[in-house]
C-alpha cells in the first residue's frame, strides 16, 4: 500500500532537492545518494528515487533495483510506533512468526509496511539478544519479552490510548 506525501514529506524533498543538485555525478554516487534521501526523509518514496535518477541521468528502475537490494532501504515511511518482531532462532522457535501475524492482523498492515495514520509499521528483523526472552518484539522503544499472541492486542490498545490522552492534554492547555 503506497501512502501519500504528507505536507513535511514535501518540505523535505524541497531541501533534499538542493543537496542531490549539488553532489557529484556518477553511478558510485548512488548508494550515497539514496542513503542521504533516505537519512532526510526517513524513507525513499517515488518522487527521492526520481530526484536520485535524474542527477545520475540513469532510469528510475535502475535507482529502484540497487535501492531494492539493499535492506537498510525502506519504501514506506516509518511509523511513529515501529513494530518489530524478531525472527531469530529463538524467537522464531517460541513462535516469532505468529507474533507477527497477529501484530499483521490487528493493524491491518504487512510487514514492510506503515498504517495510514502513520502510527504504526511493521519490521521482521533478525535476533535482537535478547533470546532468554523469546519471543521479544519491540514497540516504539520498549521491548517486550514472552510475547504471547494475546498481549499484542493490549499493546497496540496502549499506543493509541496513550496517543488520546496526550492530544486531550494538548487541546486542554
Do not use: W
Not at 33 to 54: H, I, N, R, W
Not at 110 to 134: H, K, M, P, W, Y
Not at 135 to 152: D, N, R, Y
Request: net charge neutral; glycine share 8%.
Amino acid at each position: 500500500m503506497k501512502l501519500p506525501l504528507t505536507a513535511e514529506d514535501r518540505s523535505h524533498l524541497k531541501t533534499l532537492q538542493p543537496q542531490i543538485a549539488a553532489s557529484p555525478v556518477g553511478r558510485g554516487q548512488l548508494i550515497p545518494l539514496l542513503q542521504m534521501a533516505q537519512k532526510t526523509l526517513g524513507y525513499l518514496p517515488d518522487e527521492a528515487l526520481s530526484l536520485v535518477a535524474d542527477h545520475l541521468s540513469v532510469t528510475r528502475s535502475e535507482v529502484y533495483g540497487v535501492a531494492s537490494f539493499y535492506n537498510q532501504f525502506r519504501f514506506n515511511p516509518p511509523g511513529k510506533n515501529p513494530v518489530k518482531v524478531c525472527m531469530g532462532t529463538a524467537c522464531h522457535v517460541r513462535g516469532g512468526e505468529i507474533i507477527l501475524e497477529n501484530f499483521e492482523r490487528k493493524l491491518e498492515i504487512r510487514e514492510g509496511e506503515t498504517t495510514e495514520d502513520r502510527e504504526f509499521s511493521i519490521e521482521r528483523v533478525a535476533c535482537v539478544g535478547c533470546c532468554a526472552l523469546a519471543p521479544v518484539a519491540i514497540v516504539g522503544e520498549t521491548l517486550h519479552g514472552h510475547m504471547a499472541p494475546s498481549k499484542v492486542e493490549g499493546l497496540v490498545l496502549r499506543v493509541r490510548v496513550e496517543k488520546e490522552k496526550a492530544e486531550r492534554e494538548a487541546s486542554n492547555s
